[in-house]
T-cell receptor, first 112, second 118 residues
Framework: EPEVTQTPSHQVTQMGQEVILRCVPI?????FYWYRQILGQKVEFLVS????????KSEIFDDQFSVERPDGSNFTLKIRSTKLEDSAMYFC??????????FGPGTRLTVT | AQKVTQAQTEISVVEKEDVTLDCVYE???????LFWYKQPPSGELVFLIRRNSFDEQNEISGRYSWNFQKSTSSFNFTITASQVVDSAVYFCALSEALIPGANSKLTFGKGITLSVRP
């Protein structure tokens, strides 16, 4: 069964460093999402991406964040200068036109 | 704006008890979808069910059942004869219609931590 994959599973970085979280969505899916879950809290929407552009972003998704679909298979989330409060689990999701989102296993980001 | 409220934060039951997890939602959309996800200690999000706003039939899947009541904007989840493996965080979520062109981001509730003791 096709699945969404994410790498790395755990990333540790120092405050101020740039990180790139990678996702490979399911191949025939058209809509892509990033969500964030701070430890012990709810899952929050960050950004959605369709037709090679951002379709919606939340207020969390400020200028420090960017997304890209560089090669037709990967979908990346970049955080330019990480802060302590960026420590969270980041989930990628994708969907086709009419079905629910399929989530990846998540990347745990720890900013020290 | 969409909102999902899971008023229960933690529930603890003894194995074989039945347990109901509550979910109340708010939306201005006339067409929308409701979901339940399970998050075990390993951290991944496991899809359990999707229900659209036009289908108020209750659903049963093994030990799981869901009660959707549009009149009270609720979508409750019952686990019958709970097992230790059911211990997890359970999230209710809401999205607009899953149609081409719709963003359909998910709005999650805060989750309910279910502990099932042997």
């Amino acid at each position: 069964e096709p699945e969404v994959t994410q790498t790395p599973s755990h990333q540790v970085t120092q405050m101020g460093q740039e990180v790139i979280l990678r996702c490979v969505p399911i191949s025939n899916h058209l809509y892509f999402y990033w969500y964030r879950q701070i430890l012990g809290q709810k899952v929050e929407f960050l950004v959605s991406f369709y037709n090679n552009e951002i379709s919606e972003k939340s207020e969390i998704f400020d200028d420090q964040f960017s997304v890209e679909r560089p090669d037709g298979s990967n979908f990346t989330l970049k955080i330019r200068s990480t802060k302590l409060e960026d420590s969270a689990m980041y989930f990628c999701a994708s969907r086709d036109r009419t079905h629910e989102q399929y989530f990846g296993p998540g990347t745990r980001l720890t900013v020290t | 704006a969409q909102k999902v409220t899971q008023a229960q934060t933690e529930i603890s039951v003894v194995e074989k008890e039945d347990v109901t997890l509550d979910c109340v939602y708010e939306t201005r959309d006339t067409t929308y979808y409701l979901f339940w996800y399970k998050q075990p200690p390993s951290g991944e999000l496991v899809f359990l069910i999707r229900r659209n706003s036009f289908d108020e039939q209750n659903e049963i899947s093994g030990r799981y059942s869901w009660n959707f009541q549009k009149s009270t904007s609720s979508f409750n989840f019952t686990i019958t004869a709970s097992q230790v493996v059911d211990s997890a965080v359970y999230f209710c979520a809401l999205s607009e219609a899953l149609i081409p062109g719709a963003n359909s981001k998910l709005t999650f509730g805060k989750g309910i931590t279910l502990s099932v003791r042997p």
